[in-house]
Structure formats: structure tokens, C-alpha cells
């Protein structure tokens, strides 16, 4: 196991150590069915939905390719998920919609894979998800709460949820 992978598990918070634990330790079909079963709850128009912690344990176990979907800015000054892949949903500080996002996507994974789809809160990797699902992915998931959270009250991101929060791995340009 990696330095990396090894280092995620020791969260700040002993609660959220104590969940990540017990998540990695659910097989990767159980935890596919979970996110089957979260679309279905949301009455979401793609595959599935997984927490941060879900999306880490089906990545590591190479059940699951996981594609950031933010910027290139973003991935190398906020942050990002060690040997994810990187396909830009939108680009550019007008956020831009990306015209070559399937062209760009079909080069990385075939229509069948389990692809999790990481941005900074949610919103793109739905938009995406929902767009793959479109295009004939059957199996897309949005990972929820993004790579930076929501914004709490003081208007700051990763205090209560997002990748960074759960103290997953992430690397920094």
C-alpha cells in the first residue's frame, strides 16, 4: 500500500477515521449498490451516487475509474486525487463549456466502465454524469459533496464536507 493510501486513513477527526475504516471494508459491489440506490432515491437520470470515502475504496480497489471533471486550473492550484484522470467538464475562468468533453472522455474509458466523476462540489460532476449517461455510459456516478465541499456560513469551502474534508489523498501542484 502506498504512503499516500496509508496517510488517508489518519483523519483529523477521529469520527471521520473511524467511518473511512468501516467503508473500506465494504466490498465494491455493495458500495456500486449503495450509489445504484442513492440515483434511485434522488430520481437521478444517471448510474449512481457515492460519498467522498465510497469513491476512494472503488478507485483503490480498481473497481472504478475516478475523472476529475474540473478545470486545469483548478487541478493544479486547489488540488487534486493522485492518478485520477482529467477530462474538463468546462474550462477557463468564464467556465466554459468544454465542446470536446465526450470525444475527450471516450478516449479514457469504454461505455461500460464505472467512471466516478469528481469537481469542486458536486454540480459539474452531475451535469457530466448526466451528459455520459446521455452519450450511452451506463455506468456514470456523481461523487457527491465534490473535491472542495459546499460553502459553509462564512463562505468557505471544506470545513464540513468534500474530498479534502474526509482527509482522502490529494496532492498539490
Known amino acids: ?34 450509489g445504484r440506490a442513492r440515483a434511485e432515491s434522488l430520481d437521478l437520470s444517471f448510474a449512481g451516487a457515492v460519498y467522498p470515502p465510497e469513491a476512494w475504496a472503488l478507485f ?20 487534486h486525487v493522485p492518478q485520477s ?27 461500460d466502465a464505472v467512471v466516478l466523476l469528481l469537481c469542486r462540489s458536486g454540480k459539474r460532476s452531475s451535469d457530466a454524469a448526466e451528459a455520459l449517461t446521455k452519450a450511452g455510459y451506463t455506468n456514470a456516478f456523481n461523487v457527491l459533496e465534490g473535491f472542495e465541499g459546499e460553502l459553509d456560513a462564512q463562505q468557505h469551502r471544506g470545513g464540513h464536507d ?9 496532492i498539490q501542484a
Open 85 to 111: 484522470l482529467h477530462v474538463a467538464w468546462k474550462f477557463g475562468t468564464g467556465m466554459t463549456q468544454n465542446p470536446r468533453f465526450l470525444r475527450e472522455f471516450e478516449k479514457i474509458a469504454p461505455k
Open 162 to 170: 468534500g474530498w479534502r474534508h474526509w482527509g482522502l489523498p490529494w
Open 1 to 34: 500500500m502506498s504512503k499516500i493510501a496509508v496517510g488517508f486513513a489518519l483523519a483529523k477527526n477521529e469520527t471521520l477515521g473511524h467511518e473511512l475504516q468501516a467503508v473500506l471494508s465494504i466490498p465494491p459491489e455493495d458500495l456500486l449498490a449503495r
Open 60 to 79: 483503490q480497489s480498481g473497481a472504478a475509474l475516478l475523472v476529475d471533471v474540473r478545470t486545469i486550473e483548478e487541478r493544479a492550484f486547489v488540488g
